[in-house]
């Protein structure tokens, strides 16, 4: 069935689980009742620290697995050897930058002012890398905060403060997922 509609096997979960989900909810058994050993995970951050949460509460319960994550995130903000970007990032940017090029010819040739977000959480890779290939004149990311509150009275002073150069433009910013 894959060969002909595409998509995967594998299936996803953006469940975080709590403690008390842990505690009360996990079906640990089935691990034990399957033999399972080992855990794949593919996936950011939240994925990777679940895994080990997994693998932790399995132990305790006297039932060791090993876990392996592949680091999977559009974020782009997992440190690879090489400086090689996560899996996702390229072509979320690419995508991003075909939007965000048409926008920006929207904006000057309309002499309006728009702004575009990207996903990202706390890390900027993302709208950066999509300002950047667009040549945007102002790109906001939270890392310029410099872990202060982010306010959207903040991004407007920053937006029109670099407007009074420019009539028209576009901006992108990293927003909180």
Not at 20 to 39: G, H, P
Not at 57 to 63: D, G, I, N, S, V
Not at 76 to 97: I, Q, R, V, W
Request: glycine share 6%.
């Amino acid at each position: 069935e894959i060969f002909n509609l595409a998509g995967s096997f594998l299936r996803m979960s953006r469940f975080k689980p709590s403690d008390e989900d842990f505690e009360k909810r996990f079906n640990w058994q089935f691990f034990t009742e399957n033999n399972i050993k080992l855990l794949v995970t593919i996936g950011g951050d939240d994925t990777a620290s679940t895994a080990n949460r997994v693998a932790k509460f399995l132990e305790e319960k006297r039932h060791p697995i090993a876990n392996i994550h592949v680091p999977k995130t559009i974020d782009n903000d997992l440190p690879l050897p090489d400086c090689a970007p996560t899996f996702g990032y390229e072509s979320a940017k690419d995508k991003g930058a075909v939007i965000a090029r048409a926008v920006y010819v929207d904006a000057r040739t309309s002499g309006n002012w728009f702004v575009m977000s990207a996903m990202g959480r706390s890390a900027g890779h993302l709208a950066f890398g999509i300002g950047e290939a667009c040549h945007y004149p102002m790109i906001v990311i939270p890392e310029m905060f410099n872990k202060t509150p982010i306010t959207i009275d903040k991004i407007i002073r920053l937006m029109v403060s670099s407007s009074s150069s420019a009539g028209s433009s576009a901006w992108t910013t990293a927003r909180r997922s």
